[in-house]
């Protein structure tokens, strides 16, 4: 039998390779980074979501979620508010600035891939999410940010 690991390791080298190009693209189109446009595309989906059920939402620590959020409302794509009912939570909402920029934005995956991934059967769909979770699993990832939504050079917390 032959050792695939080699073969498992050149895999992953070519996801991480097309995903970091597809993240480049993504910040020359619109200057956004893929955790901040996945973190974006989560607010405006929610109504009013907190930082925590963001955070859920996209796999990303409270701490990272928060620094994504302090650059998106510095450049007032995001505003925060107090809610009225309980001053201790604070809402999330995406401005018209946001929202035009989302409008535009491209699929934080190469849409190429959600094509032909929704053209698969739903248990090869099932199997192929089975699968990387089962790898994140033997890597020791399963706690981990999910990085893969980072670009690169971009902090982990």
Known sequence: MTDLTDDV??????IIRANDL???????ETGLTTPQLVVMRSIEQ????????????????QATVTNILN?????????????????RRVKLEVTAAGRKLLAGAPAPLQE???????????WEQYL?????????????????????????GEEVH
């Open 46 to 61: 929610s109504d009013h979501p907190t930082v925590s059920e963001v955070s859920r939402e996209v796999s990303l620590s």
């Open 22 to 28: 597809h993240s480049r693209k993504l910040g020359k």
């Open 128 to 152: 192929i999410v089975s699968s990387l979770a089962r790898i994140a699993a033997m890597m020791d990832a399963e706690d981990l940010d999910a990085a893969p939504l980072l670009a690169p």
């Open 112 to 122: 190429g891939f959600v094509d032909r991934f929704n053209q698969l059967a739903d």
């Open 71 to 87: 650059r998106l409302e510095g450049q007032k794509l995001i505003r925060r508010q107090r809610s009225k009912e309980d001053k």
């Open 9 to 14: 390791l050149t895999s992953l080298r070519r």
